[in-house]
Structure formats: C-alpha cells, structure tokens
C-alpha cells in the first residue's frame, strides 16, 4: 500500500465528469416541475411606483408579500432584500418573480411586465458617495517616524476594474417544496450559507430546511453567497405553488446580474533611503462594494492587510474603505481583495526601484519578508515565510536579469511579481466558524462527511488522500459523501484558501482517532464485530495565536503561501496588443498534497489573472454591464495562453495536514502586476488595468 499524498492520484470525480454521468443542475427533473425566471428593475435608482402584468392566469406570480419570512438575503449585513419592495438601489434588482410549467414561456417575460418609476440621480463613483459599508485601520510604528527617516518618498495612484467569474456553468438551483419543509439542490460552493438564507426567508426551523449541492460547473467566488439569493427566489415560488421550482440563468442574466470583483483604487505613498530600504509605506484602499454590502467587508478585509505586500517595514498606515454605489453589488472572486492591492503595491515597486535606480529583484531583496519578520499586522512569521527563496528561484529560472537587459528598447518586455496569500480566514473567523468535519467507519474503508463542496478544483480527490493516509488504508478505501445540509456537519465555506488546511486537518485528525479505535482490526473486522461509528473533530487554533479585531493587529492568518510570477511579453508596434509569451510561476504551498491537481490550480489562477492584466472588461453605462455576452467579454482562452512553468518549494506548515498551506486563491495575485511591470520595461506606463490596447496608446513614456 503506497502513500497517496505527494502524488497525483486518479480524480475521485473524473470518471462520472468525463463519461458524461455527473449529474448537473440543469439534468436533475422533478414530478411536476414548474419553471421560474426574474423580473428586474431597469433603472440604477429610484422607487416603483406601480407595477403593470400582463399575463395569462397560467402564469404564477410572486413578489415580496409572498415571503413567509423576512425579506433580506442572510448574510453579514441584513441590507440586501430579496425582492425590492419599493426601493430600487440597482439596475438588475430583482423586484418580481414568475413561474409556468413551459419553460419557452418564460422567454421574454419582462416584456409583459411593467414598472413605474420615480427616479433618482445614481452615483457610480466610490469617491464621492455618501454610505460606507466598511473601514479598517491598520497602524503599525510611527508612520510619521518613517518619513522622516526617509531620503526619497514616492507616490502613485493605482486603479483595477471589474472582473466577472464567468465559471462555465452558470447558477441554478431546484427548490422543493414539503410538509412545511423546503429542500433546494443548486451549483453552489456554500450549503451552510444557503441554508442560513433559507431560515431566515422561510422562516422555517432550520432542521425544516436542507441544502444539496450538485456538481458544480465551478465558482471562483462568484457561487459564495449570490446563490443564497437564486435558492430564496426558487423557494418563493415553490412555497406559493406548492410544487419544485427550477431556476437556471442564462449566460447574459449571470452577468447581469449576479456579483463580480470589486474595482479599486489604492493609493502608495513610500519612504526609502538611497539604497532601497523602505522607511515608511501609506496605503489608502477604496473599494467600490455597489449597491448592496454582500461581502465586501471581508474583500477590504484581506485587501488591506495584504497592500503593503510582502515587505518588512517598521511604520506602516493603511486605511480602506469599502463604499456603495448603484450598481450590481460586487462579491467574492478567487483572491478577494489581495488582487488589486497586491497589484498596487507590486506595480508601485518598480516605480519606485526606477526612481531610485536600482535593480526592481534588488529592491525587492532588501525589503522581503523574512522569517522572524513581522507583517503589516505586527504578526511575527515563522520558518516557513518563503519570499526570498520564491524570488530568486523565479529570476533564475526565467533569466529574469539578462532578458531584462537583452530586450530594453524592443517590443519584448519582461516583469516580475513577488506576492503571498493568507490561508483561511482571517484573524479570529475560524474559531467564530468552529468547523466540524466527520469521518464515519464503513465495511470498506470510511466515508468523509464535511460541507466543503467539490467545484473543480480537487477537493473530494485531496481529502481522500489526506484521509487515507491517516488511515493508512488505500486511496480507493475512502467515500466522500455529497454536501448534504442534513448528513454533513457545517465545515465552514470553500472559500479563501481554507479548505485543504483547515478542514483536511481537522479529517486527519479524525483519520487518526479512528484509526487508533480499529487497532490491529480492518475496518471489515471492526464494522462485522462492532457496527459503524463516526469521528468528529471541531477547529481549534493553534497556541500561541492572537488576533484583535478592534485595532486589526495581530495573526491575521495561521500562514500564508508564497508566490513570484516572471511574465515575458510582446507589444505589437502597429495594434498595441500585448501578447504573453512565457509565464514563470513559482509558489510555495507548504506541501503538494496533489502535485498535478496543484499545478493545474497555479496554472489556471495565473491564465486568469492574465486576463484580469489586459482583456477582461466590464464595461458599464448607467449602471449596467453592456458587454453581458461572451462575444465582447473577453477571457484567455488556450489559444490566448502562452507557456507557463510552474515550480513549486515546499516549506511545511505545522498546523497544515502533512504541512500543506493553501494554494487555490493565491496563483491570481501575481500575473497582473508582472504583466504591467513588463509593459513599463517596454516604456509603457501603465496604472490602470485591464492595459487594453486604447490604453496603452495613451500611455508610452
């Protein structure tokens, strides 16, 4: 019996995906099944006045008088109804919900629906609205101190845009209808998010509500918490009718309507002496969290305590704030605020290393993190902080410095990003979470019961590896059961670089007690002799951990992963396109547990990330996406990516199962700025992403 962690073992879901057997959302039916679709508002601003329905009496109608709860979607902030009642914050609002048993039906439903409006002036700009959903401070030294100490201050403005998830399934969800019950199935990344928004919304106990997911074609963030939102709408109309309600959007709604990365604009202001040491680093982060809160808290969360970068620094001040507007609101998307205040920061370096003249490896050589260092927050990192091994492995690999010289003052450009992600969630949100995860004994092996949902990125595959391990049983030994509201413990989201740390640790510790229980029994002798049981461990965090929320100091994270992206580009004389040619990643992530499954996920947030660097465009007039359609929202395709070599360092974390960090979030940190730093040695001064060829027309030096 071999060891399964450390190598890439055959995918528990590969099988049932490639074969065509995986059951989709869309591929589930139920006796009786209505149809559902929603009816928005078309104004960014204002209150409906009247409402106008034109349609036949086969047509089930529901509004908010029909939510037998409260109308607002549960999440962090009770501020986003479920269906407007009067106000309308947004273009896309849902106000009406509509059912028929004939899907075709539905097909153009908004046009037979009618509002009245008194409109009001919308505000689409961060800067000068009014509300703010969140701020935070971060203060570390005497910032005032650290200019002084400085001989050479420097400043620059740095602005990202919207980016849509686009996952290739789009969101749908079935909601069933009980004896005063209600069971939804969706494509969906959080059971235990959806079930919150259930309760409230039903009003239901919350054993009178269960959640299934079904395979999921991907998320990215982006089916976090919108589909709390979708399962509340099904649930309406299968309470008013009293039969199961499907609900599947089609690709222009999914843009529409549903959340996408929050713009931002960062502001640096940095202290150095002449030969590179930073003295004093002013951060301003605002975020544009539209129409509604949802999760932006926790987006401004992560981007402020990762804007300073990877840097030591003794005074630091970094202020954000995360501001409504009126459009759709902005959510959660892979990285969630590390993005764009990473990329201001890294793009701020090399202006900074050409004020200074210095080498842009140098000077991120003098400043990187170390262990023993402490991070914006005061948290003191351990052995395993891996900047500058991530850094010179990147610039050796690539031949980082004699590209750099070879190509001044041709159309090839090469640029370098130095990052680091922290894994879970953030400061004291995973004793708050108090993760269960489970392992029941079967005839055959044992049967893995958490909440942390499979959405293409390997999790059934990886826990199975950790578990059987554990177990010291074979791979093929360990089930993993489909997240079940009603069967699996809340294992907390899958989200933010958690679930393979987290909750893989919390299943080998589980593995680990129930192997102890069989003894020199298999799990066939023990369950004939004595039946089945079941392991249950809770999160508990590692000693010596200590965060406070107040004053946003302290460990912020259990760890964080590592990462240095070299991009090599070509900028077309006559047309402005910038074409990737070769993308060196290298990251550390503590421990493979699956080094293909691993470097599938590195190679895939950075081809991502090259297309937040220069294609993906939001484009939004009067508050409404008007490129919601995949013919003029662009996205790398394989055609569009270049090479990407991916290198990964191990430095276990002792906390992590067999000392494995977090990996899928961070790969999206760093392509964007290497992409930007590459146009700036091509003479290109960018600050503004996505660098579209308009821009960088407007933009050589």
Same mark, same amino acid.
């Given at each position: 019996m071999g060891r399964a962690v450390g190598t890439s073992v055959r995918r528990k879901d590969g099988d049932a995906k490639v074969t065509g057997a995986a059951k989709y959302i869309d591929d589930l039916t139920f006796p009786g099944m209505l149809f559902g679709a929603t009816i928005r508002a078309t104004i960014p601003r204002g209150e409906i006045v009247n409402t106008h329905i034109d349609l036949s009496p086969d047509y089930i109608v529901a509004d908010y008088r029909d939510i037998p709860g409260k109308n607002y979607v549960a999440l962090l902030d009770p501020d986003q109804p479920c269906l407007a009642e009067r106000e309308v914050r947004h273009v896309a609002?849902?106000?009406?919900?509509?059912?028929?048993?004939?899907?075709?039906?539905?097909?153009?439903?908004?046009?037979?629906?009618?509002?009245?409006?008194?409109?009001?002036?919308?505000?689409?700009?961060?800067?000068?609205?009014?509300?703010?959903?969140?701020?935070?401070?971060?203060?570390?030294?005497?910032?005032?101190?650290?200019?002084?100490?400085?001989?050479?201050?420097?400043?620059?403005?740095?602005?990202?845009?919207?980016?849509?998830?686009?996952?290739?399934?789009?969101?749908?969800?079935?909601?069933?209808?009980?004896?005063?019950?209600?069971?939804?199935?969706?494509?969906?990344?959080?059971? =235990?998010?959806?079930?919150?928004? /259930?309760?409230?919304? +039903?009003?239901?106990? %919350?054993?009178? !509500? $269960?959640?299934?997911?079904?395979?999921?074609?991907?998320?990215?963030?982006?089916?976090?918490?919108?589909?709390?939102?979708?399962?509340?709408?099904?649930?309406?109309?299968?309470?008013?009718?009293?039969?199961?309600?499907?609900?599947? =959007?089609?690709?222009?709604?999914? /843009?529409?309507?549903? +959340?996408?990365?929050? %713009?931002?604009? !960062? $502001?640096?202001?940095?202290?150095?002496?002449r030969d590179g040491r930073i003295t004093a680093m002013a951060v301003d982060v605002l975020m544009d969290g539209g129409a509604y809160a949802t999760l932006s808290a926790v987006v401004l969360s992560r981007g402020v305590i990762h804007a300073a970068g990877p840097y030591r620094c003794d005074h630091i001040r970094i202020r954000g704030r995360a501001m409504m507007t009126h459009t759709p609101p902005n959510g959660a998307f892979r990285g969630f605020g590390a993005p764009q205040t990473q990329f201001a920061v890294e793009a701020h370096m090399d202006r900074v290393a050409e004020a200074l003249g210095i080498d842009p490896v140098r000077l991120r050589e003098v400043n990187a993190l170390r262990p023993g260092d402490s991070t914006a927050t005061g948290q003191k990192l351990g052995k395993d902080a891996s900047a500058l091994p991530v850094l010179r492995e990147a610039v050796k690999r690539s031949g980082f410095r004699r590209k750099r010289r070879e190509w001044k003052g041709t159309n090839r450009g090469i640029g370098l990003s130095l990052f680091f992600h922290g894994s879970g969630f953030t400061g004291a949100g995973e004793v708050k979470l108090a993760s269960k995860a489970s392992l029941e004994l079967t005839r055959s092996g044992a049967r893995i019961l958490v909440a942390s949902t499979e959405i293409g990125q390997g999790t059934t595959t990886m826990l199975a590896q950790i578990v059987a391990d554990a177990l010291e049983l074979p791979f093929a030994a360990i089930e993993v059961q489909q997240p079940d509201t009603d069967v699996v413990p809340d294992s907390g989201p899958t989200v933010a670089s958690r679930t393979c740390m987290i909750v893989g640790k919390l299943l080998e510790r589980c593995a680990r007690d129930m192997r102890r229980k069989l003894g020199a029994l298999t799990p066939a002798q023990y369950f004939t002799r004595h039946g089945a049981f079941t392991v249950t461990k809770q999160y508990e965090p590692p000693a010596g951990l200590a965060w406070d929320d107040q004053r946003y100091s302290g460990d912020a994270y259990g760890s964080y992963a590592w990462g240095c992206n070299v991009v090599e580009i070509e900028v077309d004389p006559v047309t402005f396109e910038v074409t990737p040619t070769h993308v060196t990643a290298v990251a550390e992530i503590g421990k493979a547990i699956h080094p293909l499954m691993a470097e599938g996920q590195?190679?895939?947030?950075?081809?991502?990330?090259?297309?937040?660097?220069?294609?993906?465009?939001?484009?939004?007039?009067?508050?409404?996406?008007?490129?919601?359609?995949?013919?003029?929202?662009?996205?790398?395709?394989?055609?569009?990516?270049?090479?990407?070599?991916?290198?990964?360092?191990?430095?276990?974390?002792?906390?992590?199962?067999?000392?494995?960090?977090?990996?899928?979030?961070?790969?999206?940190?760093?392509?964007?700025?290497?992409?930007?730093?590459?146009?700036?040695?091509?003479?290109?001064?960018?600050?503004?992403?996505?660098?579209?060829?308009?821009?960088?027309?407007?933009?050589?030096?």
């Open positions: 609002e849902p106000v009406l919900l509509v059912a028929h048993a004939d899907r075709r039906a539905l097909f153009g439903i908004d046009e037979q629906v009618r509002f009245d409006y008194r409109e009001l002036a919308p505000n689409y700009d961060p800067e000068t609205s009014e509300t703010c959903f969140k701020q935070i401070a971060i203060d570390k030294g005497d910032i005032e101190r650290g200019f002084r100490d400085a001989e050479v201050v420097v400043d620059g403005e740095y602005r990202t845009s919207h980016q849509e998830q686009l996952y290739i399934e789009t969101n749908g969800v079935i909601a069933v209808p009980g004896d005063g019950q209600i069971t939804v199935y969706g494509s969906l990344q959080c059971p =235990y998010y959806v079930h919150k928004a /259930l309760v409230v919304l +039903t009003g239901f106990t %919350p054993d009178r !509500v $269960r959640v299934i997911q079904t395979e999921t074609g991907g998320g990215f963030g982006g089916k976090e918490e919108y589909p709390s939102m979708l399962a509340c709408h099904a649930a309406i109309l299968a309470i008013k009718t009293g039969k199961p309600v499907k609900m599947i =959007y089609d690709r222009v709604e999914d /843009l529409l309507a549903t +959340t996408k990365r929050h %713009p931002a604009i !960062v $502001r640096h202001r940095t202290g150095l002496t590195i190679q895939g947030g950075t081809a991502q990330g090259l297309g937040y660097a220069l294609l993906e465009e939001v484009v939004m007039r009067d508050g409404r996406m008007a490129n919601a359609q995949l013919t003029n929202y662009i996205i790398p395709t394989p055609m569009d990516a270049p090479p990407i070599e991916v290198a990964m360092l191990e430095r276990p974390y002792a906390h992590g199962p067999y000392g494995a960090k977090g990996v899928g979030e961070m790969p999206i940190d760093g392509p964007a700025p290497a992409v930007i730093n590459a146009l700036r040695h091509c003479g290109f001064d960018i600050r503004l992403i996505p660098a579209t060829p308009e821009r960088l027309m407007r933009a050589r030096r």
